[in-house]
C-alpha cells in the first residue's frame, strides 16, 4: 500500500514537471489586469507576456499562465493597463533644459516675476539670467510688461524671459545691448516693440534670436542633466515616447550617444529645425532609425502665436485693428523646403496657427502631395482653420497634430483675438478628425504640462480644473474617449510612421505598457486629473515605480 502511494506522488510529481517544461519561458508575466490593448477591434485582455523586449502574447490570464512560465510575474489586481503614451507635439530637450531655469508658469503679475527673479538670480550658473512660462493673460493687466523695472533690478546681468508658448520674450538692456538691438530695426517674420521710440524690451518671434543667439551653449553636463531630468518626469507620466519638435543635428547626435550608453533610454522621434545645416547632415547621412530614435522629419514654422498675436490671420484680430500677425518666412521658402522633402523622402511637419498660416501650409502641401498619399506631412496644431479650408487635409491626406491643453489655455481670451464667428474654426479637434479619420495628440510641453492626463481631459471635456465652462468649450468638438486613447497612442504612433512597432498592446510589438491606479476610460472627469500612474515599462523593463 506504501508502494502504491509512493508511485501516485511520483506520478503526480512527474506531471507536474512536465507540464511545467511545455511551458514557453518568458521574461514577465502581468495578469488580472484591464487590459486597453488598442488593436485594431480595440479588445480587452487581462494578461500579456514579454519575451526579448516585446509582447510575445496577449489573452486571458487563465490562458496564458498555462502557457508560459517566467521567474518575474506581477499580479495587476485588476488596474487598468495601456499601451505606453506617446506625446506626438514636445519639446523634450528644451523641456529639461528649462528645469535649471526659473519657473515663470502660473504667475499672476510682472512682480511676482520680479521677486522669483531675485531669489533665483545667485543660484542661476554664467552670467545669464534666464526663465521661462509668463503668460500675459492670466494677469491681471493683460498687456506685455515693460523692461524698466527689469533693468533697475538687474542693471548688469543680461535677463531674457520667455513666454509661456516660446514665441515672445522680454529682455532688459543689457541683453539688448549684446544682441546689438535697436529702436526701428527691421526683422523678418518677427517684431521688436517700440514705445515713443523707445525700446520695451518685447520681441517677437524671430526677434528672440538677436538676443538668444548671444547666451553660451549648454555643457555636456548640462545637456546629460536636462535630458536625464526630463526622461524621469516622463516615464513618472507614463510617456515612452516623445516627439521632440525642432532640434539641430547635433543635439540629436547627443541624444543619440546617451540612448547608445543604456543612459537614456526615453524613445524619441526626433524633427529636425529648419536650417540648412540640418538640411546637409541628414540627407548626406540618411534617414535614422534605432530602437530608440527616429530621424525622418523636419519641423517648419509657418507663422507665431495667438496669444502674442503673431499667428497669422486672414482678417485683423478683434481684438488689434489692422494687425493681422505675419509669417516667420516667405511662401516661397515654405515651398522650396516642401519640394526638396518631398524629393528626399522626407516627412515635413509644419507649425501653423493661424487661419492664414493654415491656408498657406496647407495649399503648399497639396501642390506637391497632388492627392491621396501616405507621405503623412503633418500641421502642428492646426489651430484655427478657416471654414472653406477644413477639407484641405482629408483630400491630400495632411494630418493635423494638434495639443488638446491649448483650447482649454486660451479659451478664456481667444474670442477676443478672434471674434466669435472665426473662434468656430479654433480648436476644432472634431472636425480635423473626421477628415483624415486618425489624429495623433500631444502636450506641446513645456508650453502646456507635461500631464497626459490634462490632454485627455481636455479633449475629452473640454473645461479647466475648475469644470469651467459648464457644459465645456465648443462641446461639439469634443472627441470621445476611445478617439482620445487612440490619439495618445496607436494614432500617434502613425505618424510616425511606427504603428507597427508600438502604440497597441499586440504580439510582437515592443512591451511599452504602463499600469494605471484608476480607469481614465470609465472614471468620472473630476478623477481623470487625479489618476497616477503606477508604473511604466519600456521594452518590458520596469522605468518607473515601485
Known amino acids: 500500500m506504501k508502494n502504491l502511494k509512493r508511485f501516485f506522488i511520483l506520478l503526480l510529481l512527474f506531471s507536474t514537471v512536465a507540464v511545467y517544461a511545455q511551458k514557453k519561458k518568458v521574461d514577465l508575466i502581468v495578469y488580472n489586469a484591464k487590459i486597453y490593448t488598442v488593436d485594431a477591434k480595440f479588445s480587452m485582455a487581462s494578461a500579456l507576456a514579454v519575451l526579448n523586449g516585446k509582447i510575445e502574447a496577449v489573452g486571458t490570464t487563465a490562458t496564458l499562465l498555462k502557457q508560459f512560465q517566467a521567474d518575474k510575474k506581477i499580479d495587476a489586481k485588476g488596474k487598468p493597463v495601456y499601451p505606453g503614451f506617446i506625446d506626438a507635439h514636445a519639446h523634450f530637450y528644451r523641456y ?17 516675476i520680479l521677486d522669483i527673479l531675485k531669489k533665483f538670480a545667485p543660484e542661476q550658473p554664467g552670467n545669464w539670467i534666464i526663465g521661462r512660462g509668463w503668460d500675459q493673460n492670466d494677469w491681471q493687466v493683460k498687456e506685455f510688461p515693460d523692461k524698466a523695472l527689469l533693468d533697475e533690478a538687474f542693471p548688469d546681468r543680461p535677463v531674457l524671459l520667455t513666454r509661456v508658448d516660446g514665441h515672445a520674450a522680454i529682455v532688459n538692456q543689457t ?22 521710440g523707445q525700446l520695451t524690451g518685447i520681441l517677437i518671434d524671430n526677434a528672440i534670436d538677436l538676443v538668444a543667439s548671444r547666451i553660451p551653449p549648454p555643457s555636456d553636463v548640462q545637456k546629460k542633466e536636462a535630458l536625464l531630468d526630463a526622461q524621469r518626469n516622463c516615464f513618472e ?50 534617414r535614422i532609425k534605432t530602437p530608440h530614435l527616429n530621424v525622418r522629419s523636419f519641423k517648419v514654422y509657418a507663422d507665431g502665436a495667438l496669444g502674442s498675436r503673431g499667428a497669422r490671420l486672414l482678417e485683423p484680430y478683434s481684438d488689434k485693428p489692422g494687425w493681422k500677425g505675419f509669417l516667420l ?112 495628440l500631444g502636450t506641446d510641453f513645456p508650453v502646456e504640462d507635461i500631464s497626459p492626463f490634462k490632454t485627455f481631459y481636455a479633449a475629452v471635456f473640454r473645461i479647466d480644473e ?16 476611445r478617439e482620445t486613447l487612440k490619439g495618445m497612442t496607436i494614432w500617434a504612433a502613425r505618424s510616425n510612421f511606427e504603428e507597427k512597432e508600438k502604440g497597441s498592446i499586440e504580439k510582437g510589438k515592443w512591451a511599452d505598457f504602463i499600469i494605471l491606479e484608476k480607469d481614465i476610460m470609465t472614471i468620472s472627469a473630476s478623477e481623470v486629473l487625479n489618476t497616477k500612474v503606477m508604473a511604466t515599462f519600456l521594452a518590458g523593463e520596469k522605468v518607473f515605480g515601485n
Open 329 to 440: 518666412s516667405s511662401p516661397s521658402h515654405f515651398d522650396s523646403v516642401a519640394a526638396v522633402l518631398k524629393q528626399k523622402d522626407f516627412q515635413m511637419c509644419t507649425h501653423a496657427i493661424g487661419d492664414s498660416g493654415n491656408r498657406v501650409i496647407l495649399k503648399i502641401y497639396a501642390k506637391y502631395l497632388k492627392g491621396k498619399n501616405d507621405k503623412r506631412w503633418r500641421i502642428e496644431h492646426a489651430q484655427v482653420v478657416n471654414k472653406n479650408d477644413f477639407h484641405l487635409f482629408g483630400k491630400y491626406n495632411i494630418i493635423p497634430s494638434v495639443q488638446p491643453t491649448h483650447a482649454t489655455s486660451d479659451m478664456y481670451w481667444a474670442g477676443e483675438r478672434l471674434g466669435k464667428e472665426r473662434e468656430k474654426g479654433a480648436y476644432a479637434f472634431k472636425q480635423l478628425l473626421k477628415q483624415n479619420q486618425w489624429m495623433p
Open 237 to 286: 507620466q507614463g510617456l515612452t515616447t516623445v516627439d521632440d519638435c525642432g532640434l539641430d543635428f547635433h543635439e540629436v547626435q547627443f541624444i543619440d550617444s546617451m540612448h547608445k550608453t543604456g543612459e537614456l533610454k526615453m524613445r524619441v522621434y526626433a524633427m529636425l529645425s529648419d536650417a540648412p545645416a540640418n538640411y546637409d547632415y541628414i540627407f548626406k547621412r540618411g
Open 175 to 196: 541683453a539688448l545691448d549684446l544682441g546689438s538691438v535697436l529702436p526701428g530695426m527691421n526683422i523678418t517674420g518677427g517684431q521688436i516693440e517700440v514705445k515713443n
Open 466 to 481: 475648475n469644470k469651467w465652462p459648464a457644459g465645456g468649450y465648443q462641446p461639439a468638438n469634443a472627441l470621445t474617449r
Open 96 to 112: 529639461g533644459l528649462g528645469l535649471q531655469t526659473a519657473n515663470l508658469n502660473g504667475t499672476k503679475s510682472w512682480n511676482e
